[in-house]
């Protein structure tokens, strides 16, 4: 925009409206500036001003014309069509973008340079330090855990944060911007804090060093009584109703609100956190905590849910605050849990009662940890059939509520991947390990200070193989869908990897589910300087979610041989058969299991409470008018397609292979 001086018309014309100005050589305006909607302002320093042309519509329906009204403005840059009035102290070294509202504001100003919550160290996991993340704009899960969890490779921490400093410098200023579309009302104190465009501020209390990066795909919404300080909240988040968060990164489409606390925490994609508290956490996606009485402090969690009271230790009074521990992907916490760290508690896992042992379950995911007289009890395996579990992974993707084309974390929702499957062999053989050296007729088994019953340890074997039977099950469906063979030599040809990335160990880097040797070779382009700026980071992360599936067949493919005994290099149409007689059995198996468990929800028992004053029948007419009943339910209908589905898409490759040659 073109800026020229005000006429001496002008000038006049503003002073009869009671504005001052330190130097009105210094305020510049556009082409089209008229002085009519500028009254009780005072410029100091460089003012440059747009033109007052519209008018805002207010909920209720009252229209306030653009312009400034009883504001103090030093250095600083107003849009066109934007409203500032009753600015109570100043706004100082700021660029406003246009059709911007700002009313009844204490002070927003920029101090000194600014990196407007850019390199903020946060603590995470350790209070006292030694895995601190440098937050910053482009902040993604996976980016934190390689930052917080390789501190074996000081090189490659020392070159992550030489990034995170490149660009927290190359951003910093000591003038603000606020963006576009942007509305500020009835806020007291903002320093040090970069605004994005179509954000909306609303009875916000203090908002200090900090960068909100909103935008019009994806707004952020600061509400009431708010109190940030160091912070940065990504695109599409809402933090609301007294939320007070100190040195915490806020990633995409979270929900933060009533009153919840949280210090020194990264919270990422969808995570929502409610009443309680966190302190040190690292919340990967889709984290949860709704109650009052939840506190979080020094864990790692991802697809978590927190039940009420649910709490963990992280000192034992003796050197204070520096155990640490993980509840990998999926697991949960029922009401009043509580961990004893440092602890590792298995994918998909649900814990209940009081756990003070220390126990890793990493290798035995899908299972309950139960406590009876302060023993820790272990049911492997025992998730997989539970009806929650899978009603979690089908909403986990519905609940997905990032807008931005731009996303910073790559999620996998995948219930059954490299990532768990293996761990389910680690499992299985560890099982059948513990059965040989106890004796097949031991009542209980000891693994790591917790206890397995013999009837759970069988039924674990039995699990993991019917989840194993699944997961390779649909890999070889997958690769040889849609394809006509005619001999056993193109069956081999077709089943043959498109790459050798997917072998040997997976791993689970909040969120991202990729082969250890793909993040190896990413650490090693960083500690190396080849891979030297954020975004590089990132679009490798992209790389690996794009190929997920091809580096998931590389590893099914070698599985074969393990689990089956078939080399896949000699393997035949009856084989295949075989293969997917057993995924039948086990996709079957594994939904009637899960019908079963959700029609405990309509048994005599659940109706406890229902037809309050009635009889019987009365009581059963009120549970279905509320819950429906059990044949209709959405759930169990869409359980009851899937094995329909499943079997004829099995049923169908087996006619394709019966009439290979």
């Not at 990967?284 to 009485?293: A, D, L, Q």
Request: hydrophobic residues 35%.
């Amino acid at each position: 925009m073109n800026y020229r001086n005000l006429t001496e018309d002008e000038i006049l014309r503003l002073k009869s409206q009671s504005c001052l100005a330190d130097d009105w050589g210094k305020v510049t305006v556009a082409e089209e500036f008229t002085t009519e909607f500028v009254h009780h302002t005072r410029f100091s320093g460089e003012v440059r001003l747009g033109v007052f042309h519209s008018e805002f519509t207010l909920p209720g329906g009252i229209r306030k014309h653009s312009g400034l009204r009883h504001v103090t403005l030093h250095n600083v840059t107003v849009g066109s069509n934007c409203c500032i009035e009753n600015i109570q102290n100043y706004i100082a070294n700021y660029e406003i973008g246009q059709d911007t509202f700002i009313e009844n504001v204490d002070i927003i100003l920029v101090d000194g340079v600014s990196k407007f919550g850019n390199g903020v160290e946060v603590s995470v996991l350790n209070e006292t330090g030694g895995r601190e993340v440098l937050i910053n704009d482009k902040l993604s899960a996976h980016q934190a855990y390689i930052l917080a969890l390789y501190r074996h490779r000081p090189e490659l921490i020392a070159r992550m944060k030489e990034i995170t400093d490149f660009y927290s410098n190359k951003h910093a200023s000591s003038v603000g911007t606020i963006g576009s579309h942007v509305m500020i009302l009835n806020t007291g104190s903002i320093k040090n804090v970069r605004i994005g465009d179509y954000c909306r501020i609303c009875g916000t209390c203090r908002l200090s060093n900090g960068s909100i990066n909103s935008n019009e795909m994806a707004p952020v919404h600061i509400g009431h009584g708010v109190i940030c300080d160091d912070f940065i909240i990504s695109s599409g988040s809402h933090v609301d109703d007294g939320a007070m968060l100190s040195r915490c990164f806020i990633g995409q489409a979270c929900k933060l609100g009533h009153n919840y606390s949280a210090s020194d925490s990264l919270f990422f994609s969808n995570c929502q956190g409610e009443n309680g508290e966190a302190c040190a956490i690292f919340a990967g996606p889709f984290t949860v905590t709704h109650h009052k009485s939840t506190l979080l402090i020094a864990g790692m969690f991802s697809f978590m849910n927190a039940g009420s009271g649910s709490n963990q230790s992280n000192h034992m009074y003796k050197l204070g605050p520096i155990h640490q521990g993980t509840l990998e992907r999926g697991a949960k916490t029922t009401s009043d849990s509580y961990i004893l760290w440092p602890a590792r508690v298995g994918a998909f896992s649900l814990v209940m009662g009081r756990h003070v042992n220390h126990s890793d379950t990493s290798n035995l995911p899908f299972s309950y940890l139960i406590e009876q007289n302060n023993t820790t009890y272990l049911v492997p395996g025992v998730n997989l059939r539970s009806v929650g579990t899978i009603r979690d992974a089908q909403k986990w993707p519905k609940r997905d509520g990032r807008t931005d084309t731009n996303k910073l974390d790559y999620i996998n929702y995948n219930l059954l991947s490299p990532y768990t499957v293996q761990k389910m062999f680690k499992g299985r053989e560890t099982l059948k390990n513990l059965r040989h050296a106890s004796g097949e007729l031991s009542d209980i088994y000891s693994f790591h200070s917790a206890k397995i019953r013999n009837s759970a340890l069988v039924k674990g074997i039995r699990f993991y193989e019917i989840a194993i039977h699944k997961f390779l099950g649909n890999s070889v469906i997958k690769r040889l869908e849609g394809i006509s063979f005619r001999s056993n030599e193109e069956i081999r040809t077709r089943l043959k990897p498109d790459t050798g990335i997917g072998s040997g160990e997976w791993v689970d880097i909040s969120g991202l589910i990729a082969p250890k040797s793909e993040i190896d070779a990413l650490i090693d382009g960083i500690e190396s300087g080849t891979v030297n700026r954020l975004k590089y980071i990132n679009a490798e992360f992209a790389k690996m979610h794009g190929n997920y599936y091809t580096y998931e067949w590389t590893w099914a493919y070698e599985k074969l041989e393990e689990f089956y005994g078939i080399n896949p290099e000699n393997i035949t149409a009856d084989d295949i058969i075989r293969i997917v007689e057993k995924w039948k059995e086990a996709v079957v198996g594994l939904d009637r299991m899960v019908y079963e468990d959700a029609k405990k929800e309509f048994s005599l028992a659940s109706m406890t409470g229902f037809g309050a004053d009635g009889s019987r029948l009365e009581k059963e007419l009120d549970f279905e008018q509320v819950r429906g009943d059990f044949e209709s339910n959405p759930f169990v209908t869409a359980v009851l397609k899937h094995i329909e589905v499943k079997t004829a898409l099995g049923d169908e490759l087996i006619q394709r292979m019966r009439a290979v040659q």
